[in-house]
Nanobody, 118 residues
């Protein structure tokens, strides 16, 4: 199982940008589909963006056109670029990974808090 550690969270004003990073260890990320989830206070965890081993990225409707997910299999990193941030983007963001044989994401980071203030 791969170990994941997120970084890059913080406080930003409406319209600002942040880039979240997720560093992996224990296994090569080239074997995994990767995702970024978020959980806002009092709400369920939701999938924000995902990137397969090969193929097309996917985004939640709420972040399309504002967020970008990318991966660097050499550095064993995955990133979430967040632009034009809104107060409703405030949440703890989690990096997750699953192998192509898995139905569910089964490796998770500890989360990083993003706070967007108006």
């Amino acid at each position: 199982q791969v170990q994941l550690v997120e970084s890059g969270g913080g406080s930003v004003q409406v319209g600002g940008s942040l880039r979240l990073s997720c560093a992996a260890s224990g296994s090569s990320l080239r074997l995994y589909r990767l995702g970024w989830y978020r959980q806002a206070p009092g709400k369920q965890r939701e999938l924000v963006a995902s990137i397969p081993v090969i193929g097309i990225t996917n985004f939640a409707d709420s972040v399309k056109g504002r967020f970008t997910i990318s991966r660097d299999n050499v550095k064993n990193m995955v990133y979430l670029q967040m632009n034009n941030l809104k107060p409703e983007d405030t949440a703890v963001y989690y990096c997750a990974a699953k192998t192509q044989l898995s139905d569910l994401y089964d490796s998770w980071g500890q989360g990083t808090l993003v706070t967007v203030s108006s």
